[in-house]
């Protein structure tokens, strides 16, 4: 009986070691698996594209107005009286956004 509980006692041993030569191994590769994944992240990111910054967001705009009116005055003793008015207004400029860290809140 006394043999069988030694080879018990070297199997657990055996096992303990066996798992702390594996731990070791992954925290020696932890730096290397690290640094793989922050690579895959970077190129991921890169693909996207450009990124959005609120200092550099320029923007073009055109307004049109087109507009017509016509008012008649039709009244008692006077004679019947019709103007027309007709314009059109174009409006164009430059925006830039600026940051929200200049917004005073």
């Given at each position: 009986m006394a043999m069988y509980l030694n080879k018990k006692g070297q199997s657990t041993l055996?096992?303990?070691i066996i798992i702390a030569v594996v731990v070791a191994?992954?925290?020696a590769?932890?730096?290397y698996i690290k640094r793989g994944v922050?690579?895959?992240l970077r190129g991921a990111a890169d693909n996207i594209?450009?990124?959005f910054a609120p200092e550099h967001t320029t923007g073009k705009r055109t307004?049109?107005?087109i507009s017509?009116?016509?008012?008649?005055?039709i009244g008692g003793d006077e004679p019947?009286?019709?103007s027309e008015t007709t314009g059109k207004t174009t409006e164009t400029g430059n925006e830039t956004v600026g940051s929200l860290k200049d917004e005073k809140w």
């Open positions: 055996e096992y303990g191994g992954l925290l590769m932890q730096m922050q690579g895959k594209g450009e990124q307004t049109t107005t017509e009116s016509k008012d008649e005055l019947t009286s019709t």
